[in-house]
């Protein structure tokens, strides 16, 4: 006979006096209702290990994916994957029945696992947030960073050592500072489950910071979009006066990618003198209406600008639709945690809690899907995959 969790693995502290955990749950659904919530489940777990299984097939298959930003996408894929492979399984049984049955060792690895994922998600959502950023509104310096904090493995690992650091220390170790434990026989959750101080500040470096710092990046994407289309138009709508009028006209379009001194450094020095004698050509009458190679200079500055402009705001696109997810599946559970903290769980619904938990897991399902419709590379690396034939034909007739 045990007289509690802790001591059956041999720990020396014990459950907490005057504990507010309740005792294990029973089932309060029917059969048809459990069979049903399983196969749910199930299929979430699978839709999420296939889907992410998929984007890392894709960048390990396809060369034209490892761009320095998407090896992000990677690190988002490789943590989605884990939740659908080992948390939610795991879950499943617990939901169902109430009880945890696979032991306290096991409980505090899924623990880790679960916090250390779901966590690493939204640093990653954070850090591709940021490298769009960088890429949209500081383009040139974005195209030369060199150094070491420029290599996306330093920043992938990072991303798992800030994720570990938030949660898995309390999991691990707070029963221990405590001296005793708040988990029931047959539970499995966080000992700070009902603590609101460490749920709010946790909480708020989980979700409120990330949620802020991803607005603000979409929002500076977004100004800086729109105010390259305004130059854009204001140029579009002059008249061309000469071919050096229209050199300079694409040259302050191309201005809005970066800052002013950005621009000058991304005409090399050998184009200088050319460009110089050639505008002083041009200013001759025999020569205005000619086809000289500063207009095809002109032209190659006007195409490379509206093709950085269409990618960007395809970047933009693709990058809100992924925040949007992010906070619709985070919003309520973060919110529910705090509050059940705060009122010790009397306040929230177990139901309740449990929806907005599931949800919670749900953009792990959603992220892979979000990448073919937002990057076209994507989409052919997964049509390559999935459609080998059809990959092929099209490939063919693009030639």
Not at 152 to 166: E, G, R, T
Not at 289 to 312: G, M, Y
Request: glycine share 4%.
């Amino acid at each position: 006979m045990h007289n509690s969790t802790a001591e059956a693995d041999g720990n020396i502290t014990g459950p907490c006096n005057g504990t507010s955990s309740p005792q294990p749950e029973t089932s309060e659904f029917s059969m048809g209702v459990l069979v049903l919530l399983a196969l749910l489940m199930v299929l979430l777990a699978l839709v999420t290990v296939l889907g992410n299984v998929l984007v890392i097939l894709a960048f390990i298959m396809d060369r034209n994916l490892r761009h320095r930003s998407n090896y992000f996408f990677l690190n988002l894929a490789i943590s989605d994957f884990a939740v659908g492979a080992f948390c939610i399984p795991l879950y499943i049984p617990y939901a169902l029945t109430g009880t945890w049955y696979f032991g306290r060792g096991l409980c505090k690895l899924w623990l880790a696992m679960d916090y250390l994922m779901c966590t690493a998600s939204v640093f990653n959502i954070v850090l591709i947030s940021y490298d769009r950023f960088l890429s949209v509104t500081k383009a040139v310096s974005y195209r030369v960073q060199r150094g070491i904090m420029s290599n996306p493995v330093v920043k992938m690992v990072a991303i798992w050592v800030f994720a570990f650091l938030l949660y898995c220390p309390a999991i691990l170790l707070w029963e221990h500072v405590a001296g005793c434990s708040t988990v029931q026989e047959g539970q499995c959750h966080a000992e700070f489950f009902d603590n609101w101080y460490f749920l709010l500040c946790a909480s708020t470096l989980e979700f409120f910071v990330p949620l802020l710092s991803v607005t603000y990046f979409n929002v500076h994407i977004f100004i800086n979009i729109q105010r390259r289309q305004r130059r854009g138009s204001i140029q579009d709508s002059e008249p061309p006066r000469s071919s050096s009028s229209s050199w300079r006209s694409c040259f302050v379009l191309r201005q809005g990618t970066s800052s002013s001194s950005e621009a000058e450094d991304s005409v090399s020095s050998s184009i200088r003198p050319k460009k110089e004698s050639l505008v002083a050509e041009s200013l001759s009458p025999s020569r205005a209406n000619s086809v000289t190679p500063e207009n095809d200079l002109s032209i190659s500055f006007c195409a490379r600008t509206r093709s950085k402009l269409h990618q960007d705001k395809k970047i933009a696109k693709s990058l809100a639709i992924i925040v949007c997810a992010f906070a619709i599946c985070w919003a309520p559970y973060t919110l529910l945690m705090i509050i059940r903290g705060a009122c010790q769980g009397t306040c929230v619904h177990n139901s309740l809690y449990d929806v907005t938990f599931w949800l919670l897991w749900l953009n792990s399902s959603l992220n892979p899907f979000l990448y073919p419709l937002c990057h076209d590379k994507f989409r052919m690396a997964f049509m390559k995959i999935l459609c080998p034939k059809k990959f092929a034909t099209l490939r063919s007739g693009s030639f």
